[in-house]
């Protein structure tokens, strides 16, 4: 008897390990779900080198800066003419408004789109949204995610220490392994099952049949629907050490955003959220100077060069973000997912704070998405000044809500037209 009681504690606990997998990756539907991704870079940019030449909708060329995403011109759809109302102009004031929809005149009001989103998803996965930044927290400079009451959200700019808060209990022990197949759990106490299956009654021993048979199908899913993807023993390769401040020193830039990008595409992979910001730089970026993208110059004052016709450094640095953009997005498209991959269910909003000269009329926006976000791309569409709050919506509705405003109504409603 004081053998069988022991056995079975011993299968209690191991069943109550196993019954956990639901909530290790929750998304385990036959459906994949739809992602977002919100990848700002600082500054703005040159109007005539970034909106496409369009003759039409489908019939357009792209200049210097969005040249990167012929790529992916189909997944892609250009947007000319968005304006962001309310009051707060130049960097400060565009980076408050652009994820809330909202002026100076309604700071309180402020709750950013990946935060609102985050919460909308929150029971879905472990994460309700991860905020990535790469030298984002400039303490003189606004944010980009805000939580209700207009409260700043500061970014996680430390990749390692973000990886070890997704996955620090999900590692896997053993090299070159990945976390769906170290979940397959049933087998360890399968013993212990066997045994003290034998000791119940018929009843009961259908009750356990019925449950590990469930359990076996969760498992089953969760490999189905991962597709051996979620893969994190791979991260950081190069050994990257982010002690005593390395991951804000500037020369580990270029470092750093390819960490918080590869930690996005394993966060999607393994379900972790449904909501990733990836902030690079800040507004007004004096300090962000980039070798990797062609030129010394810091990427504030090559903004300002463009202003006098002197664009080439500015040029390299916008095209070289884009190029890195392009570069997830083919991580994306080379991770399984389903009968597709990942980045068939993703969505990206590609922005900035400003436009050419601080203004926030003729926003540099992309919306880029995969064949199963409902986004139609292959476009350039041009609008008249309207409200950059009717694109938010539609990116709301996009993800599946079923909302008709966000941000400040003042300039009209609903979504934006001829998008979806």
Known sequence: MNKFLINRRKFLKGLGAVSLLPFIRPAIAAESPKRIIFFYTPDGATNGLWHPNRSSD??????????????????????????????????????AKVLTGFGSENAQRRVSLDYYLGQYFKMDTPFPYLNLGIRGNEWSKPMLTYSPGGIEVLSEDNPIAAFDRVFGNMTSPNPGGDVARELSIIDFVLDEVNQISQRLGTLEQRKVDMHLSSLRDIERRLRDSAG??????????????????????????????????DLAAKAFSCDMTRVITIKIGHPVSGEIIIPESGTQRDNHNASHDSDGGNSDSFIKLKSWYNKQLVSLIDTLKNTPEGNGNLMDNTLIFNMSEISHNHSHDNMPFVLIGGSNTGLVGGRALSYSNESHSKLLVSIAQLMGLSIDSFGDTSNGNGPLGGLI
């Not at 969005?66 to 947007?79: G, K, M, S, W, Y």
């Not at 051996?228 to 002690?243: A, E, I, K, R």
């Open 58 to 95: 489908t019939n357009f060329t792209l200049p210097a800066m969005t040249a990167p995403f012929e790529a992916i011109r189909d997944n892609c759809v250009f947007l000319s003419g968005l304006k962001m109302y309310g009051g707060g102009g130049t960097h400060e004031g565009g980076a």
């Open 228 to 261: 051996g993807t979620c893969n994190v023993d791979d991260f950081n390769q190069g050994g990257f050490n982010p002690d005593h401040g390395a991951y804000k020193d500037v020369a580990n830039f270029a470092t750093v955003l390819q960490l918080q990008m």
